[in-house]
């Protein structure tokens, strides 16, 4: 029966069991405002996704990741607080073991009770879905680590020991392989289509719990996260937990547009932010690891940071957007190419920089050794720049003598010092600047200079020493903010500096 009759079925009974009821004015109209609530419902129920034919076609191409580790760690004699004497069998006994790693004995007995050291097996679960009929299987680089064996568990409950053809540690991407042939794969989909609030499904084994399946929403697309510079996360509300790393995010027409990588958790479990690898960046990273085994970026060889408010005042700019370049490595493709310490890049090879952060990925997938056009905003005017990219070393930061004087700038409220020549090449500055000696409240440290920053540059003017620093301050103008850049421990960073009217 197809849903306008079940409709209309629905609706006939209501009215034949209310007969006496709707003979009259109020009830007729009590009866009409119940029959369009019972038919909102249901179109409303009618109209949420059906993920049971999609879970019936590309659940069998998920599978089931365990793999082997040799470590070696501490004996521990006790046994966890709060935990029982004995784990129980089961499920959740599995989960016990997972979160506490006993070894299927008591938790008083590790071999004698004896502290030590000694190589034991430690075991971890994960996912991954296979992308071609001769074996070939994607899952994460953290998945498969370090390990000495690694089992795919397929849905017809046949485990083949697989061989990792390449693994990715900056993109999380990892290609196996195992022998077999005829293999059911999945849909490979275009993950630059994908728009927020578009229905998606995840696949995976949380805790070991196979073909496990959960739902929910793009939350954000392009997402960066501390210390993964090189991937536009797909961000989601799908609950994933451990074990399900390396499982296919699907769209409800049966693509896989990601790969889920990542939680944000305060607990461990899931707390509604998951993290998903592009389909497309992975499967350019799987391309190149089935071809020789290791991946090759582009590499400019720049520091950037973002444009806030402030800084974007302050370079002249109508509001915050692009990556600033806080420093440029010897060397690199980006200093033969012309670029500059305060360049803002604002597109690359023909896509628009919007925060700094969309910069890495970008550089990233283009070809070694091709000639881009990087568009730059200095000193307030638009440039061009073409640069021939170079390769991304395995290491991301591979990248005058004299007696120090001193200033003490009343008006930045700091007092400098010139840099002695042990200090250059411990924190390789090769030019000018000052160190922060002493600073006290004013300016200065309303921007955020700290004691023992290196003040570089200020207001696009490179500092050469302390006197010349003391003549820089001397001429800044009042009521604007001006980019200050700095050197510290973490790097080089700009900041806003504004001198307000006495």
Do not use: C
Not at 136 to 147: E, F, I, L, P
Not at 176 to 184: F, S, T
Not at 275 to 292: H, N, R, S, T, W
Not at 328 to 352: Q, T
């Amino acid at each position: 029966m197809n849903v306008k009759s079940v409709r209309s079925g629905n609706a006939g009974n209501f009215v034949a069991r209310h007969r006496m009821v709707l003979s009259t004015p109020s009830g007729l109209m009590m009866g009409v405002v119940l029959v369009f609530l019972m038919l909102s419902s249901q179109v409303q129920a009618g109209s949420l996704p059906d993920f049971t034919e999609l879970v019936e076609k590309h659940s069998a191409a998920v599978v089931n990741i365990s793999t082997t580790q040799k470590i070696k760690h501490p004996k521990i004699s006790r046994r966890p607080h709060g935990m029982p004497e004995q784990i129980p069998e089961g499920p959740f006994g599995d989960l016990f073991r997972h979160f506490f790693g006993e070894q299927g004995r008591g938790f008083g007995d590790h071999g004698g009770g004896r502290g030590g050291i000694e190589p034991q097996e430690a075991k971890s679960l994960g996912s991954g879905f296979i992308i071609s009929e001769d074996g070939y299987v994607m899952t994460n680089h953290h998945v498969v680590k370090d390990a000495t064996e690694i089992l795919v568990r397929l849905s017809d409950r046949r485990e083949l020991v697989a061989e990792v053809i390449g693994s990715d540690a900056r993109s999380d991407i990892a290609l196996l392989k195992v022998d077999a042939d005829n293999l059911p794969v999945v849909k490979i989909g275009n993950s630059a289509h994908l728009k927020v609030g578009e229905w998606v499904l995840a696949i995976g084994s949380p805790f070991g719990f196979d073909h496990s399946v959960t739902a929910g929403i793009v939350s954000a697309t392009g997402r960066s996260l501390p210390r993964e510079n090189y991937v536009p996360f797909i961000q989601t509300d799908v609950a994933i937990n451990p074990g399900n790393s390396g499982g296919p995010l699907f769209d409800l027409d049966g693509n896989v547009i990601g790969i889920n990588s990542q939680i944000y958790s305060r607990t461990g479990g899931f707390m509604g932010l998951s993290f998903a690898i592009p389909i497309d960046m992975a499967m350019q990273v799987a391309e190149q690891l089935k071809d020789g085994g290791k991946v090759a970026r582009g590499w400019l060889g720049v520091l950037i940071q973002d444009v806030t408010r402030e800084l974007a005042e302050s370079f002249g700019m109508d509001k915050p957007r692009g990556a600033l370049v806080a420093k440029v490595l010897k060397d690199s493709p980006a200093e033969k190419a012309g670029l500059e310490v305060g360049d803002i890049v604002i597109r690359f090879n023909g896509e628009l920089v919007v925060r700094s952060s969309n910069l890495p990925p970008l550089v990233g997938i283009s070809p070694v050794g091709e000639k881009v056009k990087v568009e730059i905003l200095r000193k307030g005017k638009v440039n061009t720049l073409k640069v021939t990219l170079g390769e991304l070393p395995d290491d991301d930061m591979q990248v005058a003598a004299g007696e120090p004087g001193t200033a003490n700038e009343s008006r930045l409220n700091v007092t400098v010092m010139d840099l002695t020549a042990e200090q250059r090449k411990k924190l390789e500055i090769k030019g000018g600047g000052v160190i922060v000696q002493k600073i006290q409240a004013g300016p200065a440290r309303k921007a955020g200079v700290r004691r023992g920053d290196v003040i570089l540059m200020i207001n696009n003017v490179d500092v050469k020493d302390a006197k010349h620093f003391a003549e820089i301050s001397a001429e800044l103008p009042v009521n604007k903010s001006l980019p200050l850049l700095v050197q510290r421990r973490g790097g080089p960073v700009f900041l806003a500096l504004k001198i307000k009217e006495k």
